[in-house]
């Protein structure tokens, strides 16, 4: 079994800063793309950055030069940075993974569109 487990969100005023950090456990062999998506109340759920196995990133428009996205492949997580918040920020923030190969215990698996749980970031003006 794989799971992804994120932590660092929170409340944060305006011109702040956040970390938020994804670590997948379980026996993994490989990973492709990691990112990270987010949910405003009311919005559907979109791309905020995304990184792969190689380090080659892609970020949405809104987020280009605040946030920084990270991966350690070693250690199978992901990190993103968001320096100066904005209000319109606030969301739900999901770690996704697009492929993850992985043993059960029986077999090796393939398993694609992984989500983690969500955590809230909220950035108050």
């Known amino acids: 079994q794989v799971h992804l487990v994120e932590s660092g969100g929170g409340l944060v005023q305006a011109g702040g800063s956040l970390r938020l950090s994804c670590a997948a456990s379980?026996?993994?062999?490989?990973?492709?793309?990691m990112g990270w998506y987010r949910q405003a109340p009311g919005k559907q759920r979109e791309l905020v950055a995304v990184?792969?196995?190689?380090?080659?990133?892609n970020y949405a428009d809104s987020v280009k030069g605040r946030f920084t996205i990270s991966r350690d492949n070693a250690k199978n997580t992901v990190v993103l940075q968001m320096n100066s918040l904005k209000p319109e920020d606030t969301a739900v923030y999901y770690c996704n993974v697009d492929r993850i190969r992985y043993y059960n215990g029986r077999s090796v698996r393939d398993e694609y569109d992984y989500w983690g749980q969500g955590t809230q970031v909220t950035v108050s003006s």
């Open positions: 379980g026996s993994i062999f490989l990973i492709n793309n």
């Open positions: 990184i792969s196995s190689g380090g080659s990133t």
